[in-house]
């Protein structure tokens, strides 16, 4: 007796067609609440201090992140002020305006 294998496909497909029922209720109480569209919505619930802010960000070596925590957590600064300090040094040394 064999049984045949359905797809990985398949059986994400079918999964995906039935909706759980918390996540529809969920997502009713919070439309209810919000009247604002749902992409809109993710806006709304960023800090005062992010709006109109935008990110910056890129990847470096474990090593260098674990030094620049160290160096905040000596001088009682976060990482963000951090960097604020190194990249308006950046925009100093090629004659731009500190402004970040």
């Given amino acids: 007796m064999t049984t045949k294998r359905a797809s990985l496909a398949s059986a994400l497909q079918s999964v995906s067609r039935q909706p759980e029922p918390h996540a529809a209720q969920a997502h009713a109480t919070m439309s209810e609440a919000q009247p604002a569209?749902?992409?809109?919505?993710?806006?709304?619930?960023?800090?005062?201090?992010?709006?109109?802010?935008?990110?910056?960000?890129?990847?470096?070596?474990?090593a260098a992140s674990k030094q620049l925590k160290q160096i905040g957590l000596e001088r009682d600064r976060s990482v963000q002020d951090l960097l604020r300090e190194a990249i308006n040094d950046l925009f100093e040394k090629y004659g731009k305006a500190p402004i970040a």
């Fill in 37 to 62: 569209a749902a992409e809109g919505s993710r806006r709304q619930t960023r800090p005062m201090s992010r709006l109109g802010k935008k990110t910056i960000a890129a990847h470096f070596d474990p």
